[in-house]
C-alpha cells in the first residue's frame, strides 16, 4: 500500500544565500525521500561557513510541499496496528529525523526563510513554520493544517509551533476545524509574515541577502533569544506519541484508506 518514495531535495548557493528546493512530481508530497534529502540538505548548509541564510522553496510549479504522502502514511498505520502497537506517554514515541530537522531549522544560527509558492498543508507548513520567517506568493493554494479531516492531528509541531504563532485560541480554532487558507487569507490569519506578488523567491531573497549583510554573530544571538528553548520539548514528544496513537485507530485507518482509494484531497476525504 505504501506510496512511492521519490521526492527530491536540491541545494544551490547564491553567493551567501543558500537555496533549498523540494519536488516530487506530479503531486508534490512529503516521503522518506524528501525526509533524507533535507537532513542531507541541511548538514551542507550548517557545514557551509559562507552561507549566511537559508531559503527552503517549492522546486515543481504551484507547490511547496502538499503534504505527507498519505499512502505511506495508511500503510504505516495498517502495520502498526496489526502488531498491537498501544501509544502513551509512559514510553514517548522517539523523535523522527524529520523532527530533528525542524529543530535544527530553529536553533540554527542562520536565518531560514519560508518562501511558498504553492499549496503548503500538513507537514509541508509545518516545516514553514520551523523556519524564522514565512513569505506566501499570492495565487489560488491552500496553506494550514488540515489533518483533523482524516481523524488525525498535526504531529511534526504543528499544534506547538502553531499556537506560539498566533495564540492558543486561534491555533485550536484552526486545528479542530482543519481550515486551510488561501495566501492572503494566510497573512491575515498570522500564517505567514506576508503576502507578495511576482515570484516569492526573488522576496525571499532580497530578505535573505539583507539579513546576511547583517554579522553572524549578532544574528545568531537574536535567534537564540528569540527563539530559544521554545516549543517545549516534552509537549512535542506528547504531540508525536499522540499522532501515532490517532493512526493506529480504526476510523483514521478508514478515512484514510477512502481518501487514497478515491484520490481526493485531504480537506475533502
Do not use: W
Not at 192 to 220: E, T
Amino acid at each position: 500500500m505504501s506510496g512511492p518514495d521519490t521526492g527530491t531535495v536540491t541545494v544551490t548557493q547564491e553567493d551567501t544565500i543558500a537555496v533549498i528546493r523540494f519536488s516530487n512530481p506530479p503531486e508534490g508530497f512529503m516521503d522518506e525521500g524528501t525526509e533524507a534529502g533535507l537532513t542531507s540538505a541541511i548538514d551542507q548548509v550548517e557545514a557551509d561557513s559562507s552561507v549566511r541564510a537559508v531559503i527552503l522553496t517549492g522546486g515543481q510549479e504551484g507547490v511547496f510541499i502538499r503534504h505527507y504522502d498519505v499512502r505511506i502514511l495508511e500503510d504505516r498505520a495498517r502495520k502498526m496496528a496489526a502488531r498491537g502497537m498501544v501509544f502513551s506517554m509512559e514510553r514517548p514515541v522517539p523523535e523522527p529525523a524529520l523532527h530533528r530537522n525542524m529543530r535544527r531549522i530553529e536553533a540554527s544560527p542562520k536565518p531560514y526563510i519560508a518562501a511558498i509558492n504553492g499549496t503548503a498543508m500538513g507537514g509541508g507548513y509545518e516545516l514553514a513554520l520551523a523556519c524564522d520567517i514565512r513569505l506566501a506568493q499570492t495565487g489560488d493554494y491552500p496553506i494550514g493544517l488540515p489533518e483533523v479531516n482524516i481523524g488525525l492531528l498535526p504531529g511534526a509541531g504543528g499544534t506547538q509551533r502553531l499556537a506560539l504563532l498566533v495564540g492558543q485560541a486561534r491555533a485550536l480554532e484552526y486545528c479542530l476545524t482543519g481550515r486551510t487558507f488561501s495566501p492572503n487569507e494566510a497573512m491575515a490569519a498570522g500564517l505567514v509574515n506576508a503576502c507578495v506578488d511576482g515570484p516569492v523567491l526573488d522576496h525571499a531573497r532580497a530578505m535573505a541577502h539583507r539579513m546576511a549583510a547583517n554579522a553572524p554573530l549578532a544574528l545568531a544571538h537574536i535567534k537564540r533569544l528569540i527563539r530559544g528553548g521554545v516549543p517545549d520539548p516534552l509537549r512535542m514528544a506528547e504531540e508525536r506519541t499522540l499522532f501515532c496513537d490517532l493512526m493506529v485507530q480504526p476510523d483514521a485507518i478508514d478515512i484514510m484508506a477512502r481518501m487514497n482509494a478515491a484520490r481526493r484531497d485531504i480537506r475533502n476525504p
